[in-house]
């Protein structure tokens, strides 16, 4: 059973930079969801996609933060113009449909903006 | 304003004990709260859901409880063993028809040998 999986996992940047994170759900989860966690705090909500439509965004996205989901299968979060704020673990989660409520999370991607 | 509290940071306890940690929550009416675990350096992992109308939720050596009149919910470990050590995590849904989880920060769990 393949679960989550994330890349890269550690990506350092300078400021001002773009990255794009990426992100493979479990195949037939149709929910997936990025987080930010930043050390000590718990994993804060950004986006949620239900199949390709993203369905919810966080009032504390900057729109230098945008998620993609083509096809519904994998997604993309891409950061443009990084400030050194942007540092933090990026988490993607997924679930399936339905009834389940729990989300099943990838092992993050680690981003240190210099 | 809403908001989830772990109210402990860090816990220590002795091998063999019980771990009891605690979540509050304010302004919020959820229909399930959830506990998970995480390692460092990984992704959390999910480990029990409680729903409003349970008072307690039992799987191997875990055990939540839920009381809404108090807006808590508490997380035994029976038996702790030092491989329970990581940091757990509590997370309720926070919207009507929404599915983001707001978690809480987390307590660090050390079972000392």
């Known amino acids: 059973d393949t679960g989550v999986s994330q890349d890269p996992r550690h990506k350092i940047t300078k400021r001002g930079q773009n990255v794009t994170f990426r992100c493979d759900p479990i195949?037939?989860?149709?929910?997936l969801y990025w987080y930010r966690q930043t050390l000590g705090q718990g994993p804060e909500f950004l986006t949620y996609?239900?199949?390709?439509?993203?369905?919810?965004k966080s009032r504390l996205l900057s729109d230098r933060f945008s998620a993609e989901r083509p096809k519904g299968s994998f997604s993309t979060l891409e950061i443009q113009r990084t400030e050194q704020g942007d540092s933090a673990m990026y988490l993607c989660?997924?679930?399936?449909?339905?009834?389940?409520?729990?989300?099943?999370f990838g092992p993050g991607t680690r981003l240190t903006v210099t | 304003s809403q908001k989830i509290e772990q109210n402990s940071e860090a816990l220590n306890i002795q091998e063999g004990k019980t771990a009891t940690l605690t979540c509050n929550y304010t302004?919020?009416?959820?229909?399930?709260l959830q506990w998970y675990r995480q390692d460092p350096g990984r992704g959390p992992v999910f480990l029990l859901l409680?729903?409003?109308?349970?008072k307690e939720k039992r799987k191997e050596r875990l055990k939540v409880t839920f009381d809404t009149t108090l807006k808590q919910s508490l997380f035994h470990i029976t038996a702790s063993q030092p491989a329970d050590s990581a940091t757990y995590l509590c997370?309720?849904?926070?919207?009507?028809?929404?599915?983001?989880?707001?978690f809480g920060k987390g307590t660090k769990l050390s079972v000392i040998p």
């Open positions: 989660a997924s679930s399936p449909t339905a009834f389940s409520r729990e989300q099943y």
């Open positions: 195949s037939e989860h149709n929910r």
């Open positions: 996609f239900q199949n390709e439509a993203q369905l919810e």
């Open positions: 302004n919020y009416s959820p229909a399930y």
């Open positions: 409680i729903r409003e109308n349970e």
């Open positions: 997370a309720l849904r926070t919207g009507a028809g929404s599915y983001q989880l707001t």
